[in-house]
């Protein structure tokens, strides 16, 4: 009498991942930076200007430093120069790495090249704090490019963005809201300019250094709200 052995079943393989998870899940990482960046430079010049005995630029000695009246540029003139200088760059590249991994996580709605627009017109910003970073205030023409795409281009590059991310179920109301982001922007670049004063700035006087954070605070402020949403949003539904 012979029996018949029952050959073991094999043990089920476990499902792959879904084409583009590896992706998404990297997109939602990177998102981050959106959030970092902003929180990074931020913490430099508020901690730095509480320890900077001054600047001195183009043979001006501006002294003491005042988070009211002076820029956060001049942050990255003499003993503070190495860390906000690198406070700049870090900044940039965490905000720039959190642009694209934003838009790369919307893979299926819109039309592509709406989506690389609005990338490319917010990745510009990011691109000049790195900028700013580089070049400080003895090279003014490079150093003024930059702090330009920090705060003059949102204008533009919110509004644009708000118009891709409208199409969106997920994103329609904050995409409205980069809307009024882009006029709000414009009004506080107006009242940075009128306050702003190269003579009143070096006699440590007028409200520039304040009206100028309040500026780059506003703008980095949608860049992070824009990471932490991103962050957030399952990847499922922002690819719906």
């Not at 001049?74 to 503070?80: E, F, V």
């Not at 406070?87 to 790495?97: D, E, I, P, Q, T």
């Not at 920090?150 to 919110?158: A, D, T």
């Amino acid at each position: 009498m012979t029996t018949r052995s029952t050959p073991l079943a094999a043990p089920p393989r476990p499902a792959a991942a879904p084409p583009g998870a590896h992706l998404s899940h990297l997109s939602r990482v990177l998102a981050l930076g959106a959030v970092a960046g902003p929180a990074v430079f931020t913490l430099a010049w508020l901690v730095l200007g509480f320890v900077s005995s001054g600047y001195t630029v183009s043979g001006t000695h501006i002294a003491p430093y005042s988070h009211v009246s002076q820029p956060i540029s001049g942050l990255g003139m003499g003993g503070t120069a190495p860390f906000m200088n690198t406070g700049f760059v870090l900044s940039g590249l965490l905000l720039l790495a959190g642009v694209i991994g934003i838009f790369q996580g919307i893979t299926a709605a819109g039309r592509p090249v709406a989506r690389w627009v609005s990338t490319v017109l917010l990745a510009l910003s990011p691109a000049g704090l790195v900028v700013v970073g580089l070049f400080d205030l003895e090279s003014p023409a490079l150093h003024f490019t930059g702090a330009g795409l920090i705060y003059l281009l949102p204008v533009i590059s919110f509004p644009v963005a708000g118009h891709y991310l409208r199409r969106i179920p997920q994103w329609r109301r904050f995409g409205t809201a980069l809307f009024l982001a882009g006029a709000l922007t414009l009004a506080l670049a107006v009242v940075f300019t009128m306050t702003f004063d190269v003579d009143t700035t070096a006699a440590g006087h007028g409200v520039a250094g304040l009206t100028q954070r309040v500026l780059f605070t506003e703008v980095l402020a949608w860049f992070a709200a824009m990471g932490w949403l991103a962050r957030r949003e399952p990847a499922a539904r922002r690819d719906a």
